[in-house]
């Protein structure tokens, strides 16, 4: 599976952005899939993942309720909608997939723990 992240841009604070990752493969039904982000000078930071039964987890501290996460398995595709972006959310945005279940002592917050990764998509936010 390669996947293939899109959507970024530079926006404004207050305004939305949905990203997109799509998958080569419709293998792509049997992993989770995150999203993460590294802004200049700081370490990849999860964001959220969701599961194979569309399942999701969030990094409450950074997200706070203005992020969902989604998967439509027939397009092969997960997303990331993202409301009310603020500086802070300025970023690189990776999406990642591993082949198991959310379930366990966190693994999904960890980067290492992934094996494929899309490219990159860059926001920028700023006034």
């Known amino acids: 599976v390669q996947l293939q992240a899109s959507g970024g841009g530079t926006v404004q604070p207050g305004d939305s952005l949905r990203l997109s990752c799509v998958a080569s493969?419709?293998?792509?039904?049997?992993?989770?899939v995150g999203w993460f982000r590294q802004a200049p000078g700081k370490e990849r930071m999860f964001v959220a993942v969701v599961g194979v039964n569309d399942e999701s987890v969030y990094n409450s501290d950074s997200v706070k309720g203005r992020f969902t996460i989604s998967r439509d398995n027939a397009k092969r595709s997960a997303y990331l909608q993202m409301n009310s972006l603020q500086p802070e959310d300025a970023a690189v945005y990776y999406c990642a997939a591993a082949p198991r279940p959310i379930t366990g002592p966190n693994w999904w917050q960890w980067s290492s723990e992934y094996r494929i990764w899309g490219q990159g998509t860059q926001v920028t936010v700023s006034s």
């Open positions: 493969s419709h293998t792509f039904r049997s992993y989770a």
